[in-house]
């Protein structure tokens, strides 16, 4: 149970049946093990565990978990034989019953009196078939002691077992607050950051047109002042795609993609950009087309952002290359510049919310990337090197190979 609570249960979102079957399959694993290793007597009766497993498994599982650990045990109990089978079967029976009235309350009420319906538990189930047991025996006085340090070792037992779960599931709630509390601090952070990266934009395109109503304005001024204007809608635009791409990064519309294509169609778009900065562009081209499966205008979006960023990383001009290159299943891009390269500890931090290597970056764009990828059902990879430049692989699976 304790397996379960630390191993499995604290792994991410599951299916709620699944977690339920799990929990009793291992519960009752745990009372057949508990009963077929119990020290037995010559009167046919045994000490066990057995009940603690009942009780626990109640209070954390439910009834239908209880009713379950109830069944095998009684059964498993029953098969073995001895003049101890009836008692115990009514035993935990007795028990079971008093753990379906009390068990809403237990998990409700404070750590002391849990403490005390832990101690009635275990006596419940102890006096249920102790004075059976002194009956059939002759000599009773050797017994007691036995029996006084079994129910002892049943009742912290219990209290132990259930304080390490409550621990456990303090421990889970608690990681839980703390990821809503993250998440909504990334909120405020992105919003304030996708504010202001949009509000810039916006205020210069506001000058400038109403620059245009100032009657002294010449034609040539006024093309100029349209043209500043579009950039900075442009700009607002492309913020908010990225936006929009992080937040819902899944592939809508899947499609049959060449890769080769959709790389020679980013490059056509960046070149101008690469012309301005002196950055020279190599593609080894391939004979062979490569198809993946993906969205046509996220994954434009995902080599628009990953070739901007090269191009950036190279103030003083540079060169980038590019190479696609296939295996069985897999086809790989390596897009490599010259540029200015990135420490270790920058590569594990690209693509973290809100981090950038540049001064006024917001991190959005490789947000994009990230998230686009994987959605792809592909991986990327990030090699770079201080002073010498960044290599980025890009895995996609094939879906088929002309």
């Keep these: 149970m304790l397996v379960y609570h630390l191993f499995w249960n604290q792994k991410g979102k599951r299916s709620p049946k699944l977690n339920s079957a799990i929990f009793i399959v291992l519960c009752c694993l745990v009372t057949i093990l508990c009963i077929t290793f119990a020290a037995k007597t010559n009167y046919g009766f045994q000490f066990d565990m057995r009940h603690i497993v009942l009780i626990v498994g109640t209070l954390t ?22 003049i101890g089978v009836f008692p115990s079967v009514i035993g935990s029976i007795l028990l079971f019953i008093v753990l379906l009235f009390t068990y809403k309350f237990f998990n409700r009420t404070s750590n002391r009196i849990k403490i005390a319906l832990a101690i009635i538990y275990s006596l419940t189930y102890g006096f249920s078939w102790i004075p059976f047991f002194l009956s059939k025996v002759t000599n009773k ?70 620059l245009l109503q100032s009657d002294t304005c010449t034609e040539q001024e006024r093309k100029l002042y ?7 809608i442009e700009q607002a635009n492309h913020v908010l ?16 993609l060449q890769l080769e294509e959709e790389l020679l169609h980013a490059l056509s778009l960046i070149t101008p950009l690469a012309n301005l900065a002196n950055v020279r562009t190599h593609y080894i081209k391939q004979s062979t087309s490569f198809f993946i499966a993906g969205e046509k205008q996220k994954l434009n979006q995902c080599l628009l952002n990953i070739l901007k960023n090269c191009i950036e990383a190279m103030p003083k001009g540079g060169d980038l290359y590019f190479t696609l290159v ?31 290597t540049k001064e006024k970056g917001t991190g ?25 430049g960044t290599t980025f692989l890009l895995t996609f699976p094939l879906i088929q190979k002309t």
């Design 141 to 210: 006085a050797d017994y007691i002691p036995h029996i006084i340090v079994y129910e002892l070792c049943t009742i912290l037992g219990t209290i132990l077992i259930l304080y390490l779960l409550h621990i456990l599931q303090t421990q889970v709630r608690l990681q839980n607050e703390l990821m809503n509390a993250e998440k909504f601090h990334l909120i405020g952070e992105m919003a304030a950051s996708i504010s202001h990266e949009i509000r810039n934009p916006l205020t210069s395109t506001k000058g400038f047109l109403q």
């Design 364 to 388: 959005l764009g490789m947000m994009v990337v990230f998230s686009v990828v994987q959605a792809m059902n592909g991986k990327i990879d990030i090699i770079s090197e201080k002073g010498t």
């Design 241 to 256: 795609t990225d936006y929009l791409t992080f937040a819902k990064p899944s592939i809508e519309k899947e499609q049959r």
């Design 326 to 356: 296939p295996d069985h299943k897999h086809i790989q891009l390596y897009i490599k510049d010259t540029g200015i390269g990135m420490d270790t500890e920058q590569v594990k931090r690209l693509g973290s919310p809100f981090y950038s």
């Design 61 to 82: 599982g439910g009834p239908i978990a209880g009713g379950s650990i109830l069944v095998v045990l009684n059964i498993y109990r029953f098969l073995l034989g001895g």
């Design 226 to 232: 349209i043209d500043i204007a579009i950039n900075g």
